[in-house]
C-alpha cells in the first residue's frame, strides 16, 4: 500500500519545514489576464503555482467545488492538477476538500473519485451521518479522512455549539473521531483558525491527532492564537491552510513569485512559533 | 425566473398521479451486459429508464457520487441525462443528490454546479456549517433547497439523535429550517423511510413543507408506516424515493420495462395511501 498519508505528510514537513498547505481554490474571474483565456486555464495557473511553491509547502488543497463549477472540464483539469503533483513532486501530499459524506453505499461511489481516479491522499467529510456511514472511507488504511468538526465560518455554532450532556456538538463529534472513528489512525479533524479556543479545547483531548485548520488569510482567523492553541508537543500536529490570501496575492504576470512570497511570509510566521 | 421546483414538483404530481421519485444511480458492474459496454454506457442506461418512466414519475434523483466514480467522463455523461430530461420531458423536476455543504465562498461553486451547468431544480445538503454558510443556494429562489435531517442510514441515530433541551439534533435542524432557512420558501428535508416516527414527528411540525424520504427498497423502509405519518394534509409532501430496486429491477435486455412495472408496483402502493 505505499506510504500512509500521514506518514507522507509528516515527511513532507520536515522536509520543507513548513505546517502551511495552499488551497488551489481557482476562479476565472480572479485569474490573472493572461492565464484566463488560455486553454485548461485552472491547470495553468496551478502548475505555476504548485511549481512556484513545492519547496516550501506540507500539502495541495484544491477543493472540488471550484473545479466543478466547471463541470466535466473542471473535472478533468481538477484530475490534470493532481496527476501533476502526484508525478512532479511525490513527496507532497494532496487534499481533496470535498466535504462529501452519504450513506455508505454511496460514500463508495466519492471514495472511487478522491483515492482511485484523482489519486489524493486524502478528504475532508462531513461528520452529520455517523462514522458506520464513512467505513468506505475509513477502510482505506493508507488515505487520510478529515472530518469537520468546528468549522471556520462565522455562524459555524448554529449546530456545532448546540450543548449536549452540557458539551457543544462539536465537541462531541471530536470524541466519536477520536475514540471510535480512528479505529485504523487514519482520521484528522477540520477545525477553523476562528476559533482557536475551541481549538485548544480539541488539542486537550489529543496530543496526536493532525488537524486541518482553514480560515486564515481572507476569512480573518488569528495565526498567532492558532498556533499558540493547536501545535502539539511537538510542534506540529497542524496543516495550516491558505487559498485565496496566497493564490490571488498577485494578478499580474508574476502572480505566482507573489504566490510564493506571501507563502513565505506566512510560513515565516508559522515556523516562528514552532520553536 | 420561470415556474419554481416547488410548483414544477407539484404539477409533476398531479399530471403523473404520483409522489415516486427514481434515483438515477448507476454502477458499470451492475449494469446489463449489453449496456455495459456501450460509449457512455450511463447515459444509455438512464436514457432508456426515463423514457419508460417518464410517465410515472414526479422526479429523478441523480447522485453525483455514482458518476463522479467514473471522473470528469462520468459528470458528462450527468449533464447529458439531466439535459435529456430538461430537453426532452421538462415538465419533470430532476433533483441533484450531491450532499454538499461549504462555507459560502465555495458553495456558490457547488450552486453553479447544480443549478447552471447541470441546471437541476434542486439539491440535497448538509446542514453542519449552519443556515447562512448556504445562502448561495438559499438565495435561488427558484430552486430546492433539501437539508438533510434525518437520514436512512441504520446508525444516523450517532449524532442526529444526539439530546439538546430534551430533543434530538434532528429536530434542531428541522426547527431551524423551518423557521430561519426557509425565508424564500424553497427548502425541503431529507428524512429516512427507516424512521417513520422521526418522519411524523417532523410532519408535526410543518403541514406545508415538501419532505425527500430515500430508504424504501433495498434499504428496508416501510412504506406504509412511511405515508401514514408523513403525508401532509393535502395527501402530498413527499417525494418517495427508489433507486437500486427499481433501476436494477431487471439486469437483461427487458431491464426499462422491468423497472417501469417496479415503479409502477410501488406508486400503486402509494396512492392506496393518498385516496
Redesign the interface.
Known amino acids: 500500500m505505499g506510504v500512509t498519508f500521514l506518514k507522507k505528510l509528516d515527511q513532507a514537513v520536515t522536509q520543507n519545514n513548513s505546517l502551511l498547505c495552499i488551497g488551489l481554490?481557482p476562479v476565472i474571474d480572479k485569474l490573472p489576464p493572461h492565464i484566463k483565456n488560455l486553454h485548461k486555464p485552472f491547470f495553468k495557473f496551478n502548475k505555476a503555482l504548485i511549481d512556484a511553491t513545492q519547496d516550501i509547502v506540507c500539502a495541495y488543497k484544491p477543493?472540488s467545488?471550484?473545479?466543478?463549477?466547471?463541470?466535466?472540464?473542471g473535472?478533468?483539469e481538477l484530475?490534470e492538477t493532481c496527476d501533476y503533483i502526484h508525478d512532479r513532486y511525490p513527496e507532497i501530499p494532496v487534499i481533496l476538500?470535498a466535504?462529501?459524506?452519504?450513506?455508505?453505499s454511496?460514500?463508495?461511489?466519492?471514495a472511487?473519485?478522491a483515492f482511485d481516479?484523482?489519486r489524493v491522499g486524502a478528504i475532508t467529510l462531513?461528520?452529520?451521518?455517523?462514522?458506520?456511514?464513512l467505513t468506505p472511507f475509513l477502510d482505506r488504511v493508507d488515505r487520510g479522512l478529515i472530518i469537520?468538526c468546528k468549522?471556520?465560518?462565522?455562524?459555524?455554532?448554529?449546530?456545532?455549539s448546540?450543548?449536549?450532556n452540557g458539551k457543544p456538538?462539536y465537541e462531541?463529534?471530536a470524541r466519536?473521531v477520536i475514540r471510535n472513528w480512528n479505529k485504523k489512525n487514519n482520521c484528522l479533524m477540520v477545525i477553523g483558525a476562528t476559533y482557536p479556543e475551541d481549538l485548544a479545547n480539541i488539542r486537550g483531548m489529543t496530543d496526536e491527532m493532525v488537524f486541518l485548520i482553514?480560515g486564515i488569510g481572507r476569512?480573518g482567523g488569528d495565526l498567532g492564537k492558532t498556533l499558540t492553541a493547536g501545535l502539539n508537543t511537538k510542534k506540529r500536529g497542524l496543516i495550516i491552510s491558505a487559498s485565496r490570501s496566497v493564490i490571488f496575492a498577485g494578478a499580474g504576470r508574476d502572480f505566482a513569485d507573489r504566490a510564493r512570497r506571501e507563502a513565505m511570509r506566512l510560513n515565516d510566521i508559522i515556523n516562528r512559533y514552532r520553536t
Open positions: 481554490d477543493n467545488a471550484f473545479y466543478e463549477a466547471r463541470g466535466a472540464e473535472i478533468a484530475k476538500d466535504k462529501r459524506g452519504d450513506i455508505g454511496t460514500n463508495e461511489g466519492y472511487i473519485y481516479y484523482l462531513h461528520p452529520y451521518l455517523g462514522g458506520a456511514s469537520l468549522t471556520s465560518n462565522p455562524d459555524s455554532d448554529e449546530l456545532q448546540l450543548l449536549h456538538l462531541h463529534v466519536q482553514p476569512q
